[in-house]
């Protein structure tokens, strides 16, 4: 029997030699898995097994067969899903915060990663120019920090009417209006769901052709009253008017929630906090870290401007938990009591960037959205949204050569972009947000998604497509 040394040492130099092999190698490699290597995948789907193994071998056939059938979303040219990579820095931290192991639900066992959090949490308040008394959540995305800030907001309002619905629920409760856009997230329309709120028990708002919601057809608001925003479309990237809708809210005491997964962002690099005016005004925003700020997952925060709200939707309290502590307790804000401090890759990443570092990330990736728009319409290809932030939608001709073409460019390889639907046109998506993308990833894509298109749309019988001209190297 080998000692506890002998054994961890080896082992995570192994990880982490894998680990950078892997980030080195991707390059070179096409960015979606090839069918060969995603055939592999049967080698890891053996009977349970009965004895132990090696953790080394272990470790070696993950590698080996999982390694080749990623999908390279941490590599520079992965432009689906408003996603980005992992910093650096961060991969580093997520695997020393992997090593402590720290349950982060409660700041007396843990102090140090709740310590860790707080700060990231008052960074990123200052960061996205959110009201400096929030209180805020590490969640596992957007998706969870809108039902927690959500929560947080059907308490507020069910309050005000003297109804206590975490101890009652909603039975018999005074009715909520949910106002949501046209164009709200799915993930949105779950967690009201999950609220017992309702997915289609909303008025919905029309929108304008960048799909924001028109202020101007706001319904009157009355009584206990959620009002849901969105900050950064996923198709265009555009930004619901908040300063109108934060008047309106405020005149009738509704609750404004901003889902901003990825567009809250834009108030962090002062060339585009143009975009997030009056977002401030709002009761509670959530928002994406493993999106634009280049976290690994899972990573959300949702804030939320009253902090007794947030404590009252999730704070429990148990006999065997130390919960009288003078410091805040990370699981009194959560929907999770255990929780691992997923805050800590979100302090690396804002330490090492800085303020600048961030709002460099922000404008490089909006500025490659913009060339990319540039080196579209220069090969005669459709652009069909005003390209304001990091979201750009082409057009090929018709649905099915659009389909057609993004198949054939994702088969390619050098890039990988998704298709879309948007407002009665099937088009691609090309979103820009990893910090790795450099101005020759952008120019290399370019060339090859012009050049897939050129082969896939001549031949194409019917194609409304005038023809694909080469791309301008300026
Ligand atoms: C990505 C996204 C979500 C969901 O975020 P997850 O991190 O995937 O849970 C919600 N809203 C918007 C606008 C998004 O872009």
Redesign the pocket.
Known sequence: MRSHHEVVRPLLADGAERATRYLEGLEDRAVAPAPAALAQLARLDTPLPDTPSDPAEVLALLDDVGSPATMAMAGSRFFG???GGALPVTVAASWLSTAWDQNACLYRVTPGVAHLEQVALRWLVELLRLPAQCGGAFV???????FTALAAARHAVLDRVGWNVEADGLFGAPPITVVVGDEV????TKSLGLLGLGRTRVVTVPVDAAGCMRADRLPPLDGPTIVCM?????NTGGFDPATELAAATRAAGAWLHV?????LWAAASPAHAHLAAGISLADSW?T?A??WLNVPY?S?VAFVRDPDALQAAMAITAAYLPTATPFRNPSDFTPELSRRGRGVEVWAALRQLGREGVAALIARSCRHASRFAEGFRAAGLEVLNDVVLNQVLVSFGDAETTKRVIDAVQAEGTCWCGVTQWQGHTAMRVSVSSWATTDQDVERSLTAIVRVARANTSTAAGSSQAGVRGVSHA
């Open positions: 899903f408003v996603i596992t995305g957007a998706t969870v920090a809108n997230h799915p993930s949105l969105q900050a950064g479309n996923v889902d901003g997964a990825f567009g959530a994406d493993h999106k899972d959300g």
